[in-house]
């Protein structure tokens, strides 16, 4: 089987703000903006797979790992099963608009991908209603041996996400 795949990675923050120093009226209107396509491939700014998963579930205090190396899903009624080599970009979404129910992004116990974090047992807060875009499009961060088990948390209520992983396959 054939595939292609072309990609876009955005982010965009915009302000408008103004301060009144005695009779003048200050304004900073500005934005900042990340917008990169990747096309089909495996190089530099390059991606040939991507996995998604929306409107799951986790309980307070329950996680679940996905494994980067065997990333499954059902797609046009079948299962297929995609290995990443490496990751250019990682979104994860917490839909939860009211509580206190955050996320937690690594952390795995055993075969940590910990690439954007730092270091093993690092992990990065995802509070309600918020998102987190990981990105590292010109070489991504590699998936191997001993890193393949990305995991989410959620902490003090239940937790509804969406995550949607940009890479590179692994070659069979």
Known sequence: MSTNLRSTIQAQLGWTWRDSTGANVVANSNRLQLH???????????????????????????????????????????????????????????????GSGHMLLGGAASDEWYAPLGAAGDTLKIMPGAAVLLTCPQAGWDVSAGATELKLAAVGDDVTFDVAIIGVAATS
Do not use: P, Y
């Open 36 to 98: 990169q396509d990747l096309e089909d491939g495996t190089g530099t700014h390059q991606a040939d797979a991507v996995w998604d998963v929306v409107d799951q579930s986790l309980t307070a205090g329950s996680s679940t790992t996905f494994s980067l190396d065997a990333l499954a899903r059902d797609l046009f009624g079948d299962t297929i099963t995609i290995a990443l080599a490496k990751v250019k970009a990682v979104l994860v979404v917490n839909k939860n608009t009211s």
